[in-house]
């Protein structure tokens, strides 16, 4: 309901709020995931997959074999890549991840939503063979009735299908492998671990998510006094049970600003304010019809001026917050949104966080967090440091007309066919490959969420593969001539021993 100064406040007797079960389903069969594993396998099998191995060797720096690739980040997209690897014959690969086994990627850390926001029937990382996909892990588990009853799927689900994927296909991971640095040479990458070890590729694929592209977006005005018992980013480790009986402030309404307030009402808190620069929420889903075939397929093939102008509209339309997770916040007294606001800055106190802020209720908070999401400038990035001046971005690649500047959009990298970095100098970075969301205003939504999963790392393998066999094209070219496993004519009268592996002609 609309209040005074463009405030929306809950009302309980008007909204009836959308409730998520508690505690999710049992599993029904104990056996449902060993009949799913068969029916894979079955599958594979008469796909004839995973192909056959078919790169060439080549010696690293250290005397070691070079890895094929390198996915850094074991989330979902990092998983789908590596799982397009294996099933493409290219087997000499490695996927690592800083985090622990099961805590890859945001589902079980940071994203406090119960759901995924995606609908159910998603196919996840399956390439077209129905036992990968997520509804068949699901029915496995849980059986036909829980799926034909399920709204949306929990996180905890997500996170243990992809887990699944990453077991079933028995791809090559390595947790708590933290990268700190990217050498690129002419013929290979040197990626540099924190824990002082370095792996050699001839090509890395950087799948590291939102928050592997810069960082959170930190507004102008925070004071750098703030520390995290006053200041969070919906992305940070937060202790909400700390938040009880507390006054809560958060900058910004997208989504995860909307999770963060009512996971902090469910908590206790007194009360939350959200600040808005906008009049109101956005009110449809610009994500759904652009994460068609088309625009997954088509938007690399546009030219610049196309790419750019798609790229600013749906950055304009920002992503509308679902229905559900409105409704979640209204079920608990307390929650109120402030539409037409500037915020001005935001300061510590003797026991708080004083806000400045325009149009709104400024004041003093015990507790401020930022919900302005992620930004895309890898300057901000660690990783890309030692090579980041040379990287050549869109900035440097396309001069918007009058009307469509858009800064932000101008820092993401201009990459090439395969989401490969280019280079402004003569450095070799065209062997490191962004597969998140640095890649979005060059390839679109290929490697932002759950809807490409089923096709994008395919069409990235289909370039590693093109690129892999032409780079190595001589020793297979070599172990295309020295072939003879097969005697085809062994058992015939024309069988001739001295003609293996000539011309008949």
Not at 240 to 269: M, Y
Not at 384 to 390: G, L, N, Q, R, T
Not at 424 to 442: E, G, Q, T, V
Request: charged fraction near 20%; proline fraction near 8%; include cysteine.
């Amino acid at each position: 309901m609309r209040g005074p100064n463009n405030t929306y406040a809950n009302r309980e007797d008007e909204m009836t709020a959308f409730t998520m079960p508690s505690t999710l389903p049992d599993p029904v069969n104990s056996d449902g995931l060993a009949a799913l594993q068969a029916g894979l396998e079955s599958d594979l099998e008469r796909l004839g997959l995973p192909r056959k191995a078919w790169t060439a060797p080549r010696r690293a720096p250290d005397g070691t074999t070079l890895l094929d690739v390198l996915v850094i980040g074991a989330g979902q997209f990092g998983i789908g890549v590596a799982a397009a690897l294996k099933l493409a014959g290219i087997r000499n690969f490695l996927v690592i991840d800083r985090a622990e086994e099961g805590r890859e990627g945001p589902w079980v850390t940071y994203a406090r939503m119960p759901t995924l926001r995606s609908p159910k029937h998603l196919p996840g990382i399956c390439f077209g063979i129905p036992n990968l996909t997520f509804q068949s892990w699901y029915r496995a588990v849980y059986g036909d009735a829980a799926w034909e009853v399920l709204y949306k799927i929990p996180n905890q689900d997500w996170q243990d299908y992809i887990l699944w994927v990453r077991t079933a296909l028995a791809l090559p991971v390595r947790n708590g492998a933290d990268a700190i640095d990217l050498r690129p040479a002419p013929d290979h990458v040197a990626v540099v671990l924190k824990s002082g070890e370095t792996l050699y590729a001839k090509r890395v694929v950087v799948a590291s998510g939102r928050t592997g592209t810069g960082g959170w977006t930190n507004p102008p005005g925070i004071s750098p006094e703030l520390g995290p018992d006053r200041l969070a980013h919906t992305m940070h480790d937060i202790d909400f049970a700390r938040l009880k009986g507390k006054k809560i402030a958060i900058i910004g309404v997208g989504a995860s600003a909307f999770d963060n307030a009512a996971t902090a009402l469910e908590a206790g808190a007194t009360s939350v304010d959200l600040f808005a620069r906008r009049p109101a929420l956005p009110q449809v889903n610009k994500g759904r019809p652009s994460s068609a075939m088309g625009f997954l397929e088509g938007w690399q093939s546009l030219p610049d001026a196309d790419r750019w102008r798609l790229g600013v509209y749906l950055d304009l339309m920002t992503g509308v917050p679902p229905h559900e997770t409105l409704l979640r916040c209204l079920r608990i007294p307390g929650m109120k949104v402030h539409f037409r606001t500037k915020f001005r800055s935001a300061t510590p106190t003797a026991t708080g966080v004083q806000i400045e802020i325009e149009n709104g209720p400024a004041g003093e908070y015990d507790f401020l967090i930022l919900g302005t999401g992620f930004r895309v400038d890898l300057a901000q990035e660690p990783i890309f440091a030692s090579i980041y001046p040379d990287i050549r971005l869109w900035q440097d690649a396309y001069a918007p007309p009058e009307g469509l500047e858009r800064p932000h959009l101008g820092l993401h990298p201009y990459l090439g066919e395969t989401c490969e970095l280019q280079s402004k100098s003569d450095a070799p970075l065209n062997r490191i490959h962004l597969f998140n969301m640095a890649s979005y205003m060059s390839a679109g939504f290929v490697a932002a969420d759950v809807p490409s999963l089923d096709i994008a790392p395919e069409r990235l393998v289909t370039g590693l593969s093109q690129k892999l066999f032409a780079e190595d094209f001589e020793p297979i070219f070599e172990s295309l001539q020295a072939w003879e496993d097969e005697h085809e004519l062994a058992t015939t009268p024309f069988y001739s021993p001295d003609h293996v592996n000539k011309s008949a002609r």
